[in-house]
């Protein structure tokens, strides 16, 4: 089956630890991209990746980072300076990062930060 | 202005009722549109692409207005499993989503 996949479903960490959500594609897309949702708003972009070893910040990239060493992959590092981390966090890829492909994306991780 | 703006909502129908969703956008330059759907507590779902001409998939039909800066979508003979959040979506560069229109169809 190809898809998105995004590990783990619920993530618990106290405040001031780094935490890194997985998020992994088989369908061979070029793109991919991390969003956060709070609840009543949009998804923020926070990072996107068009090719591997490759990444530019998205709106809300500060207290996060990221890695594109595989096509496949695109770790997302929630770090301890993340004033509010605290949020649904979705991963997509897209085949191409032009403006004509749509975004598929995973199923999310919950982080709770206490 | 937000970038991508919805009906705040929600939207409470009977089953098989007609409902519409407004959505407009700030960027001009915005090439791509979308209509997703996402349910309680699950990731966002492509429901349909959204092209000038306007387009049709079943029960439900998306319009771009481009001179307006407006997209529209229309949900005919409602289910019950039609219940979900729809986030419109614009693509000029990166993607910008609305905050989303809650609908519940109720029996």
């Known amino acids: 089956d190809g898809g998105i996949t995004q590990s783990p479903k619920y993530l618990f960490r106290k405040e001031g630890q780094n935490v890194t959500l997985s998020c992994e594609q088989n369908?061979?897309?070029?793109?991919m991209y991390w969003y956060r949702q709070d609840p009543g708003q949009g998804l923020r972009l926070i990072y996107y990746s068009q090719i591997v070893n490759d990444f530019q910040k998205g709106d809300i990239a500060e207290g996060y980072s990221v890695s594109r060493e595989k096509k496949e992959s695109f770790p997302l590092t929630v770090t301890s300076a993340q004033k509010n981390p605290t949020a649904f966090y979705l991963c997509?890829?897209?085949?191409?990062?032009?403006?004509?492909?749509?975004?598929?994306f995973g199923p999310g991780t919950r982080l709770t930060v206490t | 202005r937000k970038e991508v703006e919805q009906d705040p909502g929600p939207f409470n129908v009977p089953e098989g009722a007609t409902v519409a969703f407004n959505c407009t956008y700030s960027?001009?330059?915005?090439?791509?549109f979308f209509w997703y759907r996402q349910d309680c507590r699950k990731e966002p779902k492509l429901l349909m692409s959204v092209y000038s001409s306007g387009n049709e998939d079943g029960r439900f039909t998306a319009q771009l207005n481009r001179a307006s800066q407006y997209i529209s979508l229309l949900i005919r003979d409602s289910k019950l499993s039609d219940s979900a959040t729809y986030l419109c979506?614009?693509?000029?560069?990166?993607?910008?989503f609305g905050a989303g229109t809650r609908l519940t169809v109720k029996p």
């Open positions: 997509a890829s897209s085949m191409s990062g032009t403006a004509y492909y749509e975004q598929y």
């Open positions: 979506v614009v693509k000029g560069g990166d993607m910008r």
């Open positions: 960027n001009s330059a915005s090439q791509s």
């Open positions: 369908l061979n897309h070029d793109a």
